[in-house]
């Protein structure tokens, strides 16, 4: 086999004929293949060659992790099309399958679904994002921690800003003041774990866990 970067084709003499990559494989994309693993040997295997499957949050319309895997370039141009800067993208300890694949990053910031005009989808040049409905779709599932979240202390002190912040009416307080969740209203979009205040009310600790965090969603469609 023969490859040939500048063309983007594989050759394989002894079939006589040439077969089109699936995807335009750049420069980048062999540089960048190349130093993670690298990166892999000289850790002395430490770093993940593989992530477990599911255990990423990924942009909506990406959470068929196989056909994500499969199709995306590492482009970044979903992440640069994303207006509220949500999307990041995995790193070398996510496994090196995951290097530089969109993940959601909802520190910096909270899937707001673009109104229904998703600018990362029109943004895929491979398709590797598909189609989502905020309605029944799910990016994840907002988990409450119960240890972390203000509102379970002895002392209970906060606002709740994630309630307000829910658009989809999935959190609200129980009869004892206490947050709750309706998982059949949350769809993942993060803008509760953005709002959390647990760093400034001092519960925050080195493990970057919220009062509430979306994790992972393995059950399908609502």
């Known amino acids: 086999m023969i490859w040939t970067a500048d063309l983007h084709v594989l050759r394989w003499p002894s079939m006589g004929k040439t077969a089109l990559l699936q995807r335009t494989v750049t420069r980048r994309n062999l540089i960048e293949g190349g130093i993670a693993a690298g990166a892999l040997v000289a850790l002395g295997g430490t770093v993940k060659a593989f992530a477990g499957e599911g255990d990423l949050l990924r942009p909506p319309g990406a959470q068929d992790e196989q056909s994500l895997l499969s199709l995306c370039i590492r482009c970044d141009r ?85 309630i307000d912040s829910c658009t989809y009416g999935a959190l609200s307080l129980d009869g004892n003041g206490r947050l709750h969740l309706d998982e059949s209203a949350c769809n993942g979009c993060g803008a509760c774990e953005n709002a959390c205040p647990a760093s400034s009310y001092g519960s925050y600790d080195a493990t970057g866990r919220r009062g509430i965090n979306v994790e992972p969603w393995k059950g399908g469609r609502a």
């Open 78 to 162: 979903c992440r640069s099309a994303c207006p509220t800067n949500a999307i990041g993208v995995g790193h070398l300890s996510d496994g090196i399958i995951n290097a530089r694949v969109p993940v959601m990053d909802f520190r910096s910031g909270f899937c707001d679904m673009c109104g229904g005009d998703f600018k990362c989808l029109a943004a895929c040049p491979v398709a590797a994002i598909k189609p989502f409905d905020e309605h029944v779709d799910k990016i994840g599932m907002a988990a409450i921690d119960e240890d972390v979240c203000q509102l379970f202390g002895v002392s209970a002190h906060c606002n709740a800003p994630c």
